[in-house]
Nanobody, 124 residues
Framework: QVHLVESGGGLVQAGGSLKLSCAPS????????MGWFRQGPGKEREFVAA????????SYAGSVKGRFTISRDDAKNTLYLQMNSLNSEDTAVYYC?????????????????WGQGTQVTVSS
């Protein structure tokens, strides 16, 4: 079992940037395909980005492609989500998740382990 703890959320103005971090405990990051998901007010949880076990492959939702970057630092055992050019539609609780898939998982059902979430609020 792996426990995930997100950090880095907060309030930011439209056009600004935030960097989220996720640190898994008990297991190395390289044991999992890692993903970021989000759930906005009154919306269902949705895929944001994923990175493979090796870190060589990434995938992004169309709404964030070109603005968000997922990365991992295995030496620090930390997953990141750099978010630039934020807008009000990005306001959500952001979740870090871990999947045992050997490929690049984008479906919520592929992820067995979830963090508690961190709030990101973008003011216009």
């Amino acid at each position: 079992q792996v426990h995930l703890v997100e950090s880095g959320g907060g309030l930011v103005q439209a056009g600004g940037s935030l960097k989220l971090s996720c640190a898994p405990s008990r297991r190395p990051l390289s044991s999992y395909c890692m993903g970021w998901f989000r759930q906005g007010p009154g919306k269902e949880r949705e895929f944001v980005a994923a990175i493979s076990r090796s870190g060589s492959r990434t995938s992004y939702a169309g709404s964030v492609k070109g603005r968000f970057t997922i990365s991992r630092d295995d030496a620090k055992n930390t997953l990141y989500l750099q978010m630039n050019s934020l807008n009000s539609e990005d306001t959500a609780v952001y979740y870090c998740a871990a999947s045992s898939d050997y490929g690049l998982a984008v479906a919520i059902s592929s992820y067995a382990y979830w963090g508690q979430g961190t709030q990101v609020t973008v003011s216009s």
